[in-house]
């Protein structure tokens, strides 16, 4: 297992850039079942989710490979598997997107059900409410989803659950609507940039998706897909984590090939608590240095406040002049990064769905254990403004959604290095 070794930086300074998207990237790969024709995915990140996706895709029978420039090329016509086996989808949830697509494709797929992970229940109800009303026949036993459809058809599906829009499950249901037969309205559907990147390939395929990036998405089932070529859209909170890596160590980072767009919510919040940032259409130069304002987020759906970033920022808010409210209302259980943070000697806790950091905190090295995706950015941020060196273990959860961090962090001078064991 690898690890990493951290020592404090001095302030950052540099340019790098931005990686594809992984939450589209994994969109965009189940979307090559929908045709016969080669899919061709520019700007592919290189990222261990998108291998199981790949190795996931592979066991229906679809073709893949990386090709000269970086990106992916997918060949499903001689895809016929129907299966996605627990092995695969225990080790990443978004697997499930072959579900929607097979059920509108092949009429029939087997797909182990996600089971919980370390940020939350994430139930799946959403995704099967919707295919049901697709027309799709669901059961489960065995831990396996079974479904069986006819060709589906249109129908009216909210997507809107406890926690507000579900982003799979828009997903899930626009992979399954667009070869259905007729039209589907999807109220309450997730705005991300990630759904308007799928709405973006599924058009140049063929289908006929509106109101992408609005609550309510409108359908128009065709008959058939052809291939495209697509460029993935950049990684909104890869940017997002380097924006905060430049305001903690009071360093001047240059984040390229990026949608300043697709970041309001944190450059806004950012530019309050005084860092400085300069937007270009696809750059951001983050000037951090100024003493931090303390805040109060709440994490909400896009545009709001995103929970990817929720972990980040626990780790800023150790530096900001002052008391500050970090809420997350979207997962459950998503603060196994609090009692890592204090072992570094944050002042931090939890207190219902807050989590409340009082600043500023001088921090010390110490080992620490990642437990998911973004809690192991958020010790690695923390790291490096932490006298010593700190070590950073079980950063297999950091490689499934990040493209060589500890690289582009050492290229800005980060005092950063990975340890295999
Ligand atoms: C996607 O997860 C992202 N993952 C997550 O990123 C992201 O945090 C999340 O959207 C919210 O933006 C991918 O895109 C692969 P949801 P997803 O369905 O689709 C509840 C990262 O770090 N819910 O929008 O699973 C759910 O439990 C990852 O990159 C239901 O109740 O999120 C959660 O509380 C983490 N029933 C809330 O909705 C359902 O059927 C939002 O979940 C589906 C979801």
Excluded: W
């Excluded at 360093?251 to 400085?276: K, Y």
């Amino acid at each position: 297992m690898d690890k990493f070794l951290v020592r404090k930086s001095e302030p950052l300074k540099g340019q790098i850039r931005v990686s594809g998207a992984k939450n589209s990237c994994l969109a965009l790969m189940a979307a090559s079942l929908l045709t016969d024709d080669p899919l061709e995915l520019d700007n592919a990140p290189d990222l261990v989710d998108v291998r199981t996706m790949t190795r996931v895709l592979a066991n229906l029978g679809v073709e893949i490979s990386r090709t000269a420039s970086g990106g992916l090329n997918l060949d499903s016509s001689r895809a016929r598997g129907l299966k996605a086996p627990y092995e695969l989808v225990s080790k990443m949830r978004a697997s499930y997107y072959v579900l929607g697509a097979l059920a509108t494709r092949r009429g029939k797929a087997e797909v182990s059900l996600p089971g919980g992970c370390a940020i939350g229940q994430r139930p799946i109800d959403l995704h099967l409410k919707g295919l049901a009303m697709l027309g799709a026949e669901i059961s489960t036993s065995g831990g396996y989803i079974y479904l069986r459809a006819n060709r589906l058809r249109g129908a009216r599906i909210n997507l809107s659950g406890r926690y507000g829009s579900s982003v799979g499950a828009t997903v899930n249901i626009m992979l399954a609507a667009v070869l259905a037969r007729g039209k589907s309205v999807l109220e309450d559907s997730a705005a991300e940039p990630e759904i308007e990147d799928l709405a973006h390939l599924l058009n140049s395929m063929g289908a006929r998706v509106s109101g992408a990036g609005s609550p309510v998405l409108e359908i128009e089932g065709v008959s058939e897909l052809s291939g495209a070529r697509h460029t993935v859209i950049p990684d909104r909170i890869e940017a997002a984590t380097f924006a905060v890596a430049a305001a903690l160590t009071g360093g001047t980072v240059a984040i390229t090939d990026c949608r300043p767009a697709h970041l309001g919510a944190v450059t806004c919040l950012l530019e309050s608590l005084g860092v400085n940032i300069e937007k270009g259409e696809t750059t951001l130069l983050v000037r951090g240095g100024t003493p931090l304002a303390p805040f109060r987020i709440k994490t909400e759906p896009y545009p709001g406040f995103p929970t990817d970033m929720q972990a980040q920022f626990c780790a800023l808010a150790t530096q900001a002049q002052g008391k500050s409210v970090i809420e997350e209302n979207i997962f459950e259980n998503r603060t196994l990064h609090v009692p890592e943070l204090a072992r570094f000697g944050a002042d931090i806790r939890v207190d219902g769905r807050k989590i409340i950091v009082k600043g500023p905190c001088r921090l010390s090295s110490a080992p620490v254990m990642a437990s998911d995706l973004r809690a192991s950015a958020a010790l690695i941020l923390a790291a490096l403004v932490a006298e010593g060196t700190s070590e950073i273990n079980r950063i297999y959860h950091l490689d499934r959604g990040y493209e060589h961090l500890e690289v582009k962090l050492a290229r800005l001078g980060a005092p950063i290095l990975r340890v295999s064991e």
